[in-house]
């Protein structure tokens, strides 16, 4: 059977290529394309998707299966930009008569990262997935917290120094739900999220992982 492979961040450079076709026996599973492909040992941390949703190695493939091999995250959004974000349109998309707090959260191009001078950050996403994941972490805050509306908004593409790569903002009645589900947000966008960062200096580059 053949299924399509496609390579993010790092795994794309690996490999020279964002997307392959492979070939492999019927029966096999996810724990079987890495090896298919070629590249040496597999990275820490990888993680798979068959058709837009994560799944566990042991998952048997199906002819015609699009598959994600996806390095450890960092980033995300419930919307992805490739514009300036901004944070006062994004409180706008949670304002509500129910809510007392609005919590936000902005996150911006720091100049130095791990004793290097970043010059800047260039970011890049499993977008066809990446929105669906943001959802699910919505969908879950509101579960946990009693919220009015979640808002993220990520950028993608190059952003300079002290520019806004990400902004979240969440209502609720009380502040207490709002200011948590908003630390809780940042938190699980950047774990969960198939979207990297690239830092840039000026004598080199660098993909960040997971948590970053």
Known sequence: MRVVVRLFAGLRELAGTGQREVELP?????????????????????????????????????????????????????????????????????VDERAGAIATFLGTVRAQSRGREVIALEYEAYEEMAEDVMSAIADDLRARYELCKVAMSHRLGRVEVGETSVAIAVSAPHRQDALAACADAIEALKAQVPLWKKELYADGEEWIGRGS
């Open 26 to 94: 019927a029966g096999a599973s996810l724990g079987d394309v890495w090896p298919t492909l070629g590249l040496g040992d597999e990275p820490p941390g990888l993680l798979y998707a068959v058709n837009k949703e994560y799944a566990d190695a042991t998952r048997l493939l199906a002819d015609g299966d699009e598959v994600a091999l996806i390095p450890p995250v960092s980033g995300g959004a419930l919307r992805l930009t490739q514009g300036p974000v901004n944070l006062t349109s994004v409180v706008v998309e949670v």
